[in-house]
């Protein structure tokens, strides 16, 4: 926590394994909470790329993790890599004009990256959420949708491609547990939420509409719940954590 790299990975740099990590407070060129390597059920906030992209990470492999209120001087909390099972939300750029969830930089326009199971939700201060990706059983939704009308959350969509099992349309609220989906949190609002607050209600669209995962019966998430439950395996970062017969009446 509260590192500072002069270059490349404020928190953690090539690691070939960080897991059950909290990543907070660190400040990179590149990568904020961290530049290549892999994590794995990580929570990565408040960190900073002070230059260029990946406010949380920059090439690096990411699993399970909880990416939310990190800022990039321009555009994108995870910047390149590949992405399985993530909560990327709240995140801020500096570049209004690019986009403030996934994508790659510039220097790798042509680059698919793989983002499966992803929630890439309200993302700050971007054109949309998404850029230069393939989608796979995820969803995407940035206020630009609301704002434009648009049918996807993504940014020079051209690029994007294959997508494939993702939720679209007037169907894309994950209805978290504890944040209204429907509303744009400010960045601070982001980072004091709690961690269970964006688990998934089981009236959620994204609720069993993850795709299996090799090893993922195995896996946990964050909070120490199966990544499997109730027969299949939820998008985004947290599993359900209901009862498929639980309702709740707020009056």
């Known amino acids: 926590m509260n590192n500072t790299a002069t270059r490349y990975g404020g928190g953690a740099y090539a690691c070939a394994m960080v897991k059950d990590s909290l990543l907070a407070g660190n400040k990179g060129d590149h990568g904020g909470a961290g530049f290549n390597g892999y994590f794995e059920n990580c929570v990565m906030t408040n960190n900073t790329a002070t230059i ?24 994108f909390a995870h ?22 969830g996934i994508g790659a930089d510039a220097a790798n326009a042509d680059e698919p990256l793989p983002v499966v199971n992803c929630t890439v939700w309200g993302n700050l201060n971007g054109l949309r959420n998404v850029s230069r990706a393939t989608l796979t059983n995820s969803v995407a939704w940035s206020v630009e949708d609301n704002i434009h009308s648009a049918v996807n959350s993504f940014w020079r969509s051209g690029t994007v491609a294959n997508q494939t099992g993702c939720i679209s ?55 120490g719940n ?12 947290l599993e359900c954590v209901q009862s498929p017969g639980f309702s709740l009446s707020v009056r």
Not at 229 to 234: A, L, R
Request: proline share 4%; charged share 20%.
């Open 79 to 100: 910047a390149r890599g590949a992405h399985y099972g993530d909560l990327v939300y709240g995140n801020e750029n500096g570049d209004a004009s690019g986009s403030s």
């Open 169 to 223: 349309g007037t169907d894309k609220n994950p209805k978290f547990v504890g944040i209204d989906g429907t509303i744009q949190l400010t960045e601070a609002q982001a980072k004091s939420a709690p961690w269970s607050a964006w688990a998934i209600r089981v009236s959620s669209p994204c609720f069993n509409r993850g795709l299996l995962l090799p090893g993922q019966r195995e896996e946990k998430d964050v909070l």
């Open 226 to 237: 199966p990544r499997v439950k109730y027969g299949g395996v939820d998008m985004g970062a």
């Open 52 to 75: 260029a992209h990946g406010g949380a990470t920059y090439n690096a492999t990411s699993r399970n993790c909880i990416v939310v209120g990190n800022y990039a001087k321009q555009r």
